[in-house]
């Protein structure tokens, strides 16, 4: 806990240091900007005064940019009071040229000792280029709390998208459990050889979803072998009449995946599917994968003593499509197709 505390502190630290550097470098560009622009009236021995000036004189900018940055930006302008944000702005041009006329009187004072009205018309034109200053370092302020804004933003996206797909997790291991379980009911009911066969299956996959599928990401080859330990269940329970042909193409079975991402595709397949009219249960299944690109083909022969639900989706479905939305958005196509005898999904995911 104090080690945190530490390192917390020493964010803080770095940060206002940044931000202290940031104004400074700001203020020190004005000066030398400045002393570029006026050194062509301006004798080499005069320089000391020039920098003793321009010194003297920053409070009478850095006053009103401030008061405008931090006081009429965040708290008129942002909530669009346009007259109380217009007012601020005259009252610190006004500031701007009272302070300059005051200020340089001052000034001349204490270098001739003698204290003379400065005419309004000898610092109209630098007041000028002083209400351009302060407005490039309101303008810097509110780009820089903008993109502060775009990021808090872009977090509280990532939050929520994340917060989304723990949901959607949430909902889909329930699904794949009562579906799993239901197989495992029904090998006990016949009182079939490969039920324990079946819970030693289902142990695998229970391993998966409590130590993988919480992850961000897992390597293909584990998201592979999930499909086959939940269609090998399936096989114990179809026996004969289930027909699986799986054809592989896997160029990196490292490539990283978001988990469970396959698995609801099979889960449809025997949830919904059924064995056809030459009396079996046809799953075809053709995954191909390079570093690039993902495509994966599954179809199920379409069981005709039940309603199907692969056209409104399901539950499984229509959770694989928001997971998809929010972990691949822009990157993936997903095409659902019926036929007279078969269900067919195709997904493609592009990684680049």
């Given at each position: ?10 964010i803080q ?23 570029f622009?006026?050194?062509m ?43 109380l ?9 006004i ?7 005051k ?56 939050a ?17 459990l009562?579906?799993?379980l ?19 299956k ?54 990283q ?23 079996l ?7 191909e ?12 022969t ?8 692969h ?13 998809l ?28």
């Amino acid at each position: 806990m104090e080690l945190t505390i530490s390192n917390s502190k020493n964010i803080q630290t770095r940060a206002h240091l940044k931000t202290l550097a940031i104004h400074t470098g700001f203020w020190v560009l004005y000066v030398v900007s400045e002393y570029f622009a006026n050194q062509m009236h301006r004798q080499l021995s005069a320089n000391p005064q020039f920098f003793r000036t321009t010194l003297l004189s920053l409070p009478v900018m850095i006053i009103p940019t401030y008061f405008i940055a931090l006081f009429a930006a965040p708290r008129y302008l942002k909530a669009k009071r346009w007259g109380l944000f217009l007012l601020c702005a005259l009252a610190a041009a006004i500031f701007v040229l009272y302070g300059r006329i005051k200020w340089l009187a001052l000034i001349n004072y204490f270098e001739s000792g003698d204290f003379y009205q400065v005419p309004v018309s000898k610092v109209l034109k630098n007041v000028i280029r002083d209400y351009a200053i302060i407005a490039l370092g309101v303008c810097i302020y509110i780009i820089g709390d903008y993109r502060r804004q775009q990021q808090t933003n872009e977090r509280l996206i990532k939050a929520k998208a994340e917060a989304e797909i723990q949901l959607l997790k949430g909902q889909l291991h329930p699904h794949f459990l009562f579906n799993s379980l239901n197989n495992i009911y029904s090998l006990a009911l016949s009182r079939s050889e490969y039920t324990a066969d079946s819970i030693l299956k289902l142990t695998e996959l229970l391993d998966y979803l409590v130590y993988r599928a919480g992850m961000e990401k897992v390597a293909l080859n584990k998201e592979i072998e999930l499909v086959e330990n939940y269609i090998g269940l399936e096989e114990l329970r179809y026996g004969s009449r289930l027909k699986v042909d799986l054809k592989r193409s896997v160029s990196n079975e490292s490539l990283q995946v978001a988990p469970l991402i396959l698995l609801p595709f099979a889960e449809n397949c025997f949830k919904h599917g059924g064995i056809g009219k030459d009396g079996l249960f046809r799953v075809e299944i053709n995954l191909e994968a390079s570093d690039s690109r993902l495509l994966f083909l599954i179809s199920n022969t379409k069981n005709h003593r039940k309603k199907n639900l692969h056209a409104s989706g399901g539950v499984g479905l229509k959770n694989i499509r928001q997971r998809l939305e929010l972990l691949y958005p822009g990157k993936y196509r997903l095409t659902i197709r019926e036929e007279p005898e078969t269900f067919k999904v195709e997904l493609e995911i592009k990684f680049k």
